[in-house]
């Protein structure tokens, strides 16, 4: 099959089959799109194209990247843009070879999640309940965050939860995470307490609305914005209003640290890894293992308190 002239569709025809063949959410697809036309714009300017790019160009595209300053995990997330969509166009017969397969990227550099301990974390769920212009938008903050610790959900997953997954008083909530792959997690007692106090709210209001002529929302977090439901960067602009008010430092503390404070607090208190990695939604445990961090502490105390050599030492 002929190659097409144009980048735009390389890049358009790549993140379509993404989507349709594996599945792949619409910010990895925007990810993936940014990345490419960088690449792409950068071939242009030497007098190359998707096309025609030989190998020697690409780790050349590389050089250029690392002394524009860019980070490590920027660079390594470039390169697989880039093999990926070189795999694609082989397997089309766009290009009879991958120049990209025997590149090594620059890896990732392996820090550990920024977290909170569980006294932060119940200083911020004290401050949701104050926090508000009035009595509904507290209720509101508490439902978030009180939702949030008590599942790990990303950030995205929350501020689009349905409002039917909210209905029954549920002790599971089922929620559609990354490629639109499902998972059930369970709640606490608060949440699920901070859950039907919002509900019961949302729904007054809901009603009002309808007294108006006004549609009904399908989101359990409605807005009158354009996507209609809160949206994250009003849900990070909150945390961060919260973190002050707890007395925490505020870059210390986003959506995505709450999330990783499930996962470091489950983990802590003996949970196994693998359950942790099917509340995280994560696809590999791979992912997940960033967090064994936490258990350090714990084996050593298992060791010095059951090792028969211990006792000696």
Same mark, same amino acid.
């Not at 099917?278 to 502490?297: N, R, S």
């Given at each position: 099959?002929?190659?097409?002239?144009?980048?735009?569709?390389?890049?358009?025809?790549?993140?379509? @089959?993404?989507?349709?063949?594996?599945?792949?959410?619409?910010?990895?697809?925007?990810?993936?799109?940014?990345?490419?036309?960088?690449?792409?714009?950068?071939?242009?300017?030497?007098?190359?194209?998707?096309?025609? !790019?030989?190998?020697?160009?690409?780790?050349?595209?590389?050089?250029?990247?690392?002394?524009?300053?860019?980070?490590?995990?920027?660079?390594?997330?470039?390169?697989?843009?880039?093999?990926?969509?070189?795999?694609?166009?082989?397997?089309?017969?766009?290009?009879?070879?991958?120049?990209?397969?025997?590149?090594?990227?620059?890896?990732?550099?392996?820090?550990?999640?920024?977290?909170?301990?569980?006294?932060?974390?119940?200083?911020?769920?004290?401050?949701?309940?104050?926090?508000?212009?009035?009595?509904?938008?507290?209720?509101?903050?508490?439902?978030?965050?009180?939702?949030?610790? @008590?599942?790990?959900?990303?950030?995205?997953?929350?501020?689009?939860?349905?409002?039917?997954?909210?209905?029954?008083?549920?002790?599971?909530?089922?929620?559609?995470?990354?490629?639109?792959?499902?998972?059930?997690?369970?709640?606490?007692?608060?949440?699920?307490?901070?859950?039907?106090?919002?509900?019961? /709210?949302?729904?007054?209001?809901?009603?009002?609305?309808?007294?108006?002529?006004?549609?009904?929302?399908?989101?359990?977090?409605?807005?009158?914005?354009?996507?209609?439901?809160?949206?994250?960067?009003?849900?990070?602009? /909150?945390?961060?209003?919260?973190?002050?008010?707890?007395?925490?430092?505020?870059?210390?503390?986003?959506?995505?640290?709450?999330?990783?404070?499930?996962?470091?607090?489950?983990?802590?208190?003996? !949970?196994?890894?693998?359950?942790?990695?099917?509340?995280?939604?994560? @696809?590999?445990?791979?992912?997940?293992?960033?967090?064994?961090?936490?258990?350090?502490?714990? /084996?050593?105390?298992?060791?010095?308190?059951?090792?028969?050599?211990?006792?000696?030492?």
């Amino acid at each position: 099959m002929t190659a097409p002239d144009n980048g735009h569709i390389w890049i358009a025809s790549f993140v379509e @089959a993404q989507a349709a063949e594996l599945g792949a959410a619409t910010n990895t697809q925007l990810a993936y799109a940014r990345d490419l036309k960088d690449f792409g714009s950068w071939l242009t300017g030497k007098g190359s194209s998707f096309a025609g !790019a030989t190998r020697d160009q690409i780790e050349a595209y590389l050089v250029h990247c690392d002394a524009q300053g860019l980070a490590r995990a920027t660079r390594a997330r470039r390169l697989s843009a880039i093999k990926q969509l070189y795999r694609f166009a082989f397997e089309e017969g766009w290009r009879s070879e991958n120049p990209a397969i025997q590149i090594t990227g620059p890896g990732r550099d392996k820090r550990l999640p920024k977290t909170l301990s569980v006294e932060e974390v119940d200083r911020l769920m004290e401050a949701a309940t104050t926090h508000g212009r009035s009595p509904a938008d507290r209720v509101r903050n508490t439902c978030l965050m009180q939702v949030l610790y @008590a599942t790990g959900m990303r950030v995205s997953e929350l501020v689009s939860l349905p409002v039917s997954a909210a209905r029954g008083d549920p002790q599971l909530l089922l929620i559609r995470g990354k490629g639109d792959k499902e998972r059930m997690v369970p709640l606490s007692p608060d949440a699920r307490e901070a859950l039907a106090t919002w509900l019961a /709210l949302r729904d007054e209001a809901e009603e009002a609305g309808r007294q108006k002529s006004k549609a009904s929302s399908l989101f359990l977090f409605p807005s009158r914005g354009k996507a209609g439901h809160l949206t994250r960067h009003r849900f990070y602009l /909150l945390v961060k209003d919260l973190a002050v008010e707890a007395g925490i430092s505020p870059d210390k503390v986003t959506p995505h640290t709450l999330r990783h404070a499930f996962a470091t607090h489950l983990l802590a208190g003996g !949970a196994d890894l693998r359950a942790i990695q099917t509340l995280l939604g994560h @696809a590999d445990v791979a992912t997940t293992e960033i967090y064994t961090h936490v258990l350090e502490d714990r /084996l050593r105390d298992l060791v010095l308190d059951h090792h028969p050599l211990a006792g000696k030492a």
